[in-house]
């Protein structure tokens, strides 16, 4: 199973496994990880799931679609690395996956 790494905006790290076809954001959730609270459920309807994707990992997560862009316009303090979780697909390409949260959430 692919390994999330999740970090705190305070730099608390926390490494979880995920299921491959699951999001970032159901991991998350399954795993109890403070700073994620995915009020609509992953329904892209909120932008309290939102991440900082680690650089490293920004063209294997891949780009925003634009139902997803429109939302990050909700988002705390948006970035160039900015996604919402619940938009990230795990894929076994993605053991070792890096994402921060904020410092809070939309």
Not at 15 to 39: D, L
Request: hydrophobic letters at 40%; one cysteine or more.
């Amino acid at each position: 199973m692919p390994r999330i790494t999740f970090i705190e905006h305070n730099g608390t790290a926390r490494t979880v496994e995920g299921e491959a076809g699951s999001t970032v954001m159901e991991t998350a959730i399954r795993n109890a990880v403070p700073g994620i609270e995915a009020e609509c459920g992953g329904a892209c309807a909120c932008a309290t799931c939102h991440v900082y994707v680690g650089d490293e990992w920004l063209a294997t997560v891949g780009k925003p679609a634009p139902m997803e862009e429109d939302m990050l316009d909700f988002a705390f303090d948006v970035r160039p690395n900015s996604r919402l979780s619940c938009q990230i697909k795990i894929t076994a390409a993605m053991d070792g996956l890096t994402v921060t949260t904020p410092a809070r959430q939309a």
